[in-house]
């Protein structure tokens, strides 16, 4: 029976020995996995952490390009704006000319249109105003050296100011609107080119 019991015991002796190694080297391996695992995370975390601030540096210059942008084409709205204000302002001093100034411009421009092959006058305003006119015209193009005639027309346009000159197939447009649409035509590169310059300065 004290043999039985010895080797029981040797057997538990044994056992508890080897459930200690086991224990340790479980212990041993489940922290060395901790290690790699707490490794592992800190590695990802700190790729995260980069990828998210690439993230963020690419955001921050999208919308710095979009802030940049958006004042270019604001600033090209204002621009556009003040220009438009110009010619707003231009068409009100062209209807507010003192009657010799206006008369007279209004004589060169259609001296202009009917250079070639003069025509008749469909005017808005007073007839003794506009026979002036066109008779100042006629002198500028008989200076010129141009036989052409312009004459007065019983008809009236339907504009709100200045002239249809009609003539064999064309019909040039005088009204103030139209005037001022073909010097806007010539001189908006002029503006735009000095309010870019006025910016660089």
Request: hydrophobic share 40%; aromatic share 4%; proline share 2%.
């Amino acid at each position: 029976m004290s043999d039985v019991k010895a080797l029981t015991e040797n057997i538990i002796g044994q056992a508890r020995t080897e459930a200690e190694q086991i224990t340790r080297q479980a212990t041993a391996e489940a922290e060395s996995i901790l290690q790699e695992a707490r490794q592992k995370a800190a590695e990802r975390s700190a790729k995260l952490a980069a990828d998210y601030q690439q993230k963020i540096l690419i955001l921050e210059q999208r919308l710095r390009i979009e802030a940049e942008l958006e004042g270019k084409k604001r600033m090209l709205a204002a621009k556009h704006q003040l220009i438009e204000r110009v010619f707003e302002e231009t068409l009100k001093a062209l209807k507010k000319l003192p009657a010799k100034k206006r008369n007279s411009f209004l004589a060169r421009k259609l001296a202009e249109a009917g250079s070639e092959h003069g025509g008749e006058v469909l005017a808005v305003g007073s007839r003794a105003e506009w026979t002036a006119i066109i008779k100042e015209a006629n002198e500028l193009l008989a200076r010129s050296g141009k036989i052409a005639q312009l004459v007065l027309s019983s008809k009236i346009p339907d504009l709100e100011d200045g002239f249809l000159l009609k003539g064999p197939g064309f019909t040039v447009d005088g009204s103030y609107q139209a005037i001022l649409s073909e010097i806007k035509e010539e001189t908006i590169p002029e503006i735009a080119q000095y309010l870019f310059e006025a910016e660089k300065r």
